[in-house]
């Protein structure tokens, strides 16, 4: 097994911990998620670099990468929604989601924007999560046909912003969970934190939701033609 195999492997392996830790009512675990999820949002990017640039592309790796994708895809946006689900989701009332809440006054743990409480949509969660089945369909569909459907510049910056959404989720995770701990909630240093961790997690996140739309969108423009059977 090459270099970046074996990165992709530890992506898939890591990727339980960083589904399981951030309902762990403890900062330093909630830390460690963070950290995770840093980790197996650089490798993504440095396996497929390595084995590009190094000539190193395998059939395994085409196999493993995707599967990876997909995992950590799931393995983090299960959680966020869990713990961002706003009221009158079907999920709202999910019990480790709500015991040891350090947000006073909110439910679950959402992006607080001054006192307006920012809570993760069902639909957004769906329309990420459908959008990246529909992919996977579409692409085996067009490979069984030869075509390669290549990533396009629209898709590239959902996932640049879709992982900066899901860092500064998993980041306020950790620190809403230590400044309750310690007695910083209410303090004028964290409130300008927690306006800046909010913007950058509900703009990201309005941006990676607007891009996975669109980015569809083209892919089906440019490539619908093959489920046709048209060239």
Not at 39 to 45: F, P, R
Not at 175 to 183: F, I, N
Request: charged share 10%.
């Amino acid at each position: 097994m090459n270099l970046p195999n074996t990165l992709t492997v530890a992506r898939i392996c890591v990727t339980p911990l960083i589904a399981w830790l951030p309902f762990v009512h403890d900062w330093r675990l909630r830390l460690l998620a963070f950290v995770l999820f840093i980790a197996a949002a650089v490798t993504d990017y440095w396996d497929g670099h390595l084995a590009r640039t190094r000539g190193l592309i395998t059939d395994l790796g085409k196999q493993l990468d995707p599967l990876a994708d997909k995992l950590l895809l799931f393995g983090t946006f299960v959680p966020m929604y869990l713990l961002q689900a706003p009221a009158g989701s079907p999920l709202h009332h999910y019990g480790p989601a709500r015991e040891g809440v350090p947000v006073p006054g909110a439910i679950g743990m959402p992006f607080l924007l001054g006192s307006f409480h920012v809570y993760l949509p069902l639909v957004v969660i769906l329309v990420i999560i459908g959008r990246e089945t529909a992919m996977t369909a579409f692409r085996s569909a067009a490979a069984r046909k030869g075509v390669v459907i290549a990533a396009i510049g629209s898709a590239k910056l959902k996932t640049v912003l879709q992982q900066t959404w899901v860092g500064a989720t998993y980041f306020w995770f950790f620190a809403a969970t230590a400044a309750w701990a310690y007695g910083w909630w209410g303090s004028a240093l964290w409130t300008a934190f927690s306006w800046l961790n909010g913007i950058v997690g509900t703009l990201s996140m309005i941006g990676a939701t607007a891009l996975t739309l669109w980015s569809l969108w083209v892919y089906v423009r440019r490539y619908g033609m093959v489920l046709l059977g048209r060239t």
